[in-house]
Nanobody
Framework: VQLQASGGGLVQAGGSLRLSCAASEAPFSLDVMGWFRQAPGNQRELVAVISSSDTTYADSVKGRFSISRDNAKNTVYLQMNSLKPEDTAVYYC???????????????WGQGTQVTVSS
């Protein structure tokens, strides 16, 4: 499975960006898709993930970011509003298959897209 992320860029504080991540076709379900980010000198951290029944957000982005998914297109989106300089990071798309009778659990990462928020 290949994940192709897009939509990063440079924006002023208070602005908005929308990230997209399209997954190639897979013979198994992508049960959870989402976004992580990594700022220089920091560990990679969860931003938001979405499954068929639930969404989870980091406390730092609740109320500002919204994750959604188009299963027909195998694409996950991250709408980022009210951006802050501390949101500056490389954002990575992630997709996960939890395991089934025919396929073992597996995890995939996209190539990362830079988001820079200027003050």
């Amino acid at each position: 499975v290949q994940l192709q992320a897009s939509g990063g860029g440079l924006v002023q504080a208070g602005g908005s960006l929308r990230l997209s991540c399209a997954a190639s076709e897979a013979p198994f379900s992508l049960d959870v898709m989402g976004w992580f980010r990594q700022a220089p000198g920091n560990q990679r951290e969860l931003v938001a993930v979405i499954s068929s029944s639930d969404t989870t957000y980091a406390d730092s982005v609740k109320g500002r970011f919204s994750i959604s998914r188009d299963n027909a297109k195998n694409t996950v989106y991250l709408q980022m509003n009210s951006l802050k300089p501390e949101d500056t990071a490389v954002y990575y798309c992630n997709a996960n298959h939890s395991g089934s009778y025919y396929y073992s659990p597996r995890n995939y990462w996209g190539q990362g897209t830079q988001v820079t928020v200027s003050s």
